[in-house]
């Protein structure tokens, strides 16, 4: 089958690893071109006038309306009557219900499957992934999802539906990493090495992903870029300012999210922006 990948980054590279052993992709990205060695890179017309199928990797919401609606090379020049988006971005709920309805008015489909993994787990087919939008659409794609992901789920028709889960779960993720910083700063202040303390509870009563990965880099202060497994701080405040527009329609109170606003303020004002979002948990330590 012959796919469509828009936005060639870490992510998109890692989808098109796995997609490329099955399929032919014609790949467009920005700020990459045949010059990188890759004989699928081409324009988005090129992608629409072979593929009925696309994806794309782009990192928020902005990007992802400038590449429909931009005049010189944007998506809504090509898209076909039954071609099928699938955006892998984390983006608002909004953003998808209002392209959604632009792919509506032009007989497509506009799907969204917002990807949990970082790049080496992309490119190792671990990426689990919720799916909204039209279940016949959803039934159609499931087998190209599977080619790339440990495991997704359909999560309803109602298009934001996977976006307000992903959100949902970075948010969680960040106040993991917060409340690991908090424990390890207590563990500090009995003399207790803090690899030991965490190492115990992540095999234990703690034992997932989350607690595992980041726990061992916050033991460690480690925050710096890794190549394969890196997740900005600067995308980590996008996301959880995205959670707080979602979060604004009720009279609730968001201690949590509060407390994460401030800190990932002070980070980006520091120049923390680069480091990975586990340099969030330097914002509980008094220097």
Known sequence: MKIGIIGYGQMGSGAAYNLNKKHDLFIYDKFK??????????TVEKIFSNCQITFSFLPND????????????GILNYLKKN??????STVSPETSKKLEKIYSEKKAFFICAPIFARPDGMKNKQAIIPISGKYKIYQKIKPIIESFSKS??????????????????????CNAI????EALLTAD?????????????SSSIFDCLIYKGYGDRIAAFDHDPH????????????????????????????PFLDSLL??????????????????????????
């Open 33 to 42: 071109s045949d010059s990188h060695g890759i004989k699928s890179f081409c």
């Open 227 to 254: 190549a394969n497994a890196h997740f900005p701080l600067s995308l980590g405040k996008k996301d959880i300012n995205l959670f707080k527009s979602i979060s604004n329609k009720s009279k609730n109170n968001y």
């Open 83 to 88: 071609d099928i988006h699938i955006s892998c």
């Open 62 to 73: 902005k990007i992802l309306i400038n590449a429909h609606e931009n005049k010189s090379n």
């Open 189 to 201: 202040e009995h003399g207790l090495e803090r690899l030991t303390v965490i190492r115990f509870l």
């Open 262 to 287: 401030k800190n990932f303020k002070s980070a980006t004002k520091k120049g923390n922006g680069h480091l990975d979002w586990s340099a969030i948990s330097l914002e509980n330590q008094k220097l």
């Open 152 to 173: 997704h789920t359909f999560v309803g028709e109602e298009i934001g539906n996977a976006n307000v889960i992903k959100l949902c779960g970075n948010f969680l993720i």
């Open 178 to 181: 917060q409340s690991i910083s």
